[in-house]
């Protein structure tokens, strides 16, 4: 080891080629790299080139352009194309022949960027179909790159069905179709509906070549509103209208039918160029009154359900898609007139009895009233003449009240039947409506279903009594409490009234009786059956006046027949007289002439 020396290397000895045997000299070693660097690609900085994909992983793709290294490119830079493989062409930014690790940069998204407003215009102008990758939504639709140009893609032109979740296209490469440029301001419209369109106007012309009445189609369920639902049958709409959806009645079609539901439906109708294309669904099923009990008629118990309410009455579907009316007159035995809202409400079950039914028509009239006896085939039994009961006032007339014992049992009180001794103008003086009264029955009119009714005969009657209390001549003090035109109505005691003409409220000293003033009545005419008691206040002081009269009158007779008989004796005893006779009749003369005056 001691002999070893150290030995410096040759700096220009070509190691590779003295292993391989050869004897290279420098002059061919230039040679050789001259010639290796025009096997090269001429490339610049900021040139935009065409490459091949010869790697990939997970991140990056591995891009040859020819040059004497390869370039590195990150994957997201392709995510618009999920197809990308080895073997691609692709273009390619020269950002950098070499950067400080001698690596060459390239750059796909600024290549495309370059070229995008070019390709853009090329892709509107020649109808081509591009890619776009869906980078997230906006409002009113989505953001799409298009050669690395942001697009938008409005939310109408994603499907020809309606988009019920945007979400799900965020991160999708889809192909589109450029709608629109806005030059000026650099904006990009593109359509994915508009491709597929095309595809459909040729199936829909299709359909609609075929299309005839009564034809039934497989469709899915599209659209759903509140009047119907709109079924897609390949291009091609159609509507079944929410009456055509099942033979029971339908509220809300969402009941019978969800979005995206396959179904066989029947074509009922279209108009003349069969862009209108009418629907059904439930006539492909037999119709519910030909599945009805043959057994059924009338007078039969049903039940069902209340499915629309009126004022005149109920339908009750006793099995989808039969149903049958209930009138408001079929509801109660009572005569009024009611509501229908007042016996049931929509979702009620009830139970009916069947009155009409007519299966061709595919008719039925029902009624809960028949469920109950008629009052009015037993009314002598159970409301005889005389009986008492108790009512509740339904309705006012100026003749009278309308009231009501039980439901279906109606009476008429008069007005005159009210009280034995108040005037009532109004019934609404006496009582009000919804009030319970007192009543007696009078007379039953059975064919007109109404009682003749009375109230004050509860009560006896006082005018029995009056007779003997306000007897013609009788004086009383009284109120006036009414002034009318013929006279004026005054307050007597027991609660019972009067009247006095106007001549008869003249005073003593001559004026005229005023409202609210209390005097002296003397009763000049009593009428029992008509109650009406005639009364006068100055009828009181001018029969005094003629009883003083009569009473001078009285006196003043007598007095002369006195006189006259005195002077009849005198003569008679004159003519058998002495002079002491004479004597004593000059002092009875004396005396007659002193009471004279």
């Keep these: 080891m001691e002999n070893l020396k150290n030995v410096a290397p040759l700096e220009d000895f070509n ?6 045997g050869e004897t290279v000299t420098n002059a061919s070693h230039e040679d050789l790299e001259k010639a290796y660097d025009n096997t ?22 591995v891009v040859n352009i020819g040059y004497k290294s390869d370039g590195i490119i990150p994957l997201n830079e392709f995510r618009y194309n999920p197809d990308l493989k080895v073997g691609d062409t692709v273009e390619v930014y020269i950002e950098n022949q070499e950067d400080k690790k001698g690596q060459l940069v390239l750059s796909h998204r600024k290549a495309r960027a370059t070229r995008s407003w070019d390709r853009v215009n090329a892709a509107l102008e020649n109808e081509e179909i591009i890619k776009g990758y869906i980078k997230c939504r906006t409002k009113g639709g989505m953001i799409v790159d298009v050669f690395g140009i942001e697009a938008f893609l409005p939310g109408s032109q994603i499907d020809v069905k309606p988009i019920r979740d945007y979400d799900v296209f965020v991160g999708k490469t889809m192909e589109f179709k450029v709608v629109k440029i806005n030059q000026e301001f650099k904006n990009v419209v593109v359509s994915h509906k508009a491709l597929i369109e095309a595809e459909l106007e040729q199936q829909k012309k299709e359909i609609i070549g ?47 039918v969800e979005l995206d539901q396959k179904l066989n439906v029947v074509i009922l109708d279209f108009d003349d160029e069969k862009k209108r294309i009418a629907l059904g669904l439930k006539q492909l099923t037999p119709h519910p009154w030909d599945a009805l009990d ?50 049931m409400k929509v979702g009620d079950e009830v139970e009916a009895v069947v009155l009409t039914l007519d299966r061709e028509e595919r008719k039925m009239s029902l009624g809960i009233k028949q469920l109950k006896a008629d009052p009015w085939e037993t009314i002598e039994e159970k409301y005889p003449i005389g009986s008492k009961h108790t009512a509740k006032v339904r309705n006012f007339t100026n003749f009278g009240v309308f009231v009501e014992i039980e439901e279906g049992v109606d009476g008429l009180i008069h007005i005159s039947d009210l009280s034995w001794t108040k005037k009532v103008k109004h019934p609404s003086e006496f009582t009000q409506i919804g009030a319970d009264i007192d009543v007696q029955v009078l007379e039953i009119d059975k064919e007109n279903r109404r009682l003749s009714l009375g109230h004050k005969q509860l009560e006896e009657n006082p005018w029995d009594v009056f007779e003997t209390v306000f007897t013609v001549g009788s004086v009383h003090e009284g109120t006036i409490i009414e002034m009318l035109d013929k006279g004026a109505v005054v307050a007597l005691p027991y609660g019972v009234e009067g009247f006095a003409t106007p001549k008869h409220l003249v005073k003593e000293d001559g004026s005229q009786a005023q409202l609210d003033e209390k005097l002296e009545f003397k009763v000049i005419e009593f009428n029992k059956d008509a109650k009406r008691i005639i009364l006068s206040h100055s009828r009181i002081f001018e029969d005094v006046a003629k009883a003083e009269e009569r009473a001078e009158k ?44």
């Design 210 to 256: 075929k299309l005839e009445k009564g034809q039934v189609l497989e469709g899915t369920v599209k659209n759903i509103t509140s009047y119907g639902v709109f079924i897609d049958l390949g291009g091609v709409d159609g509507l079944i209208h929410i009456t055509d959806l099942s033979w029971g009645r339908v509220s809300d079609p969402k009941e019978v």
């Design 554 to 597: 009285k006196a003043a007779k007598k007095s002369a027949g006195k006189r006259e008989e005195a002077s009849v004796s005198i003569q008679n005893q004159a003519a058998s007289t002495t002079l002491g006779d004479i004597d004593a009749l000059a002092a009875l003369k004396e005396q007659m002439e002193a009471g004279k005056k």
């Design 294 to 343: 043959p057994n059924l008629k009338v007078g039969d118990h049903v039940k069902g359900k209340v499915v629309v309410m009126a004022d005149y009455g109920a339908f009750i579907e006793i099995a989808p898609g039969v149903e049958g009316l209930i009138h408001v007159s079929e509801m109660s035995w009572s005569q009024h007139l009611r509501s229908a809202q007042d016996f």
């Design 15 to 20: 190691w590779d080629a003295y292993e391989n």
């Design 40 to 61: 090269l690609n001429k490339v610049n900085d900021r040139e935009v080139v065409d490459g091949t994909v010869i790697a990939m992983n997970k991140r990056e793709v």
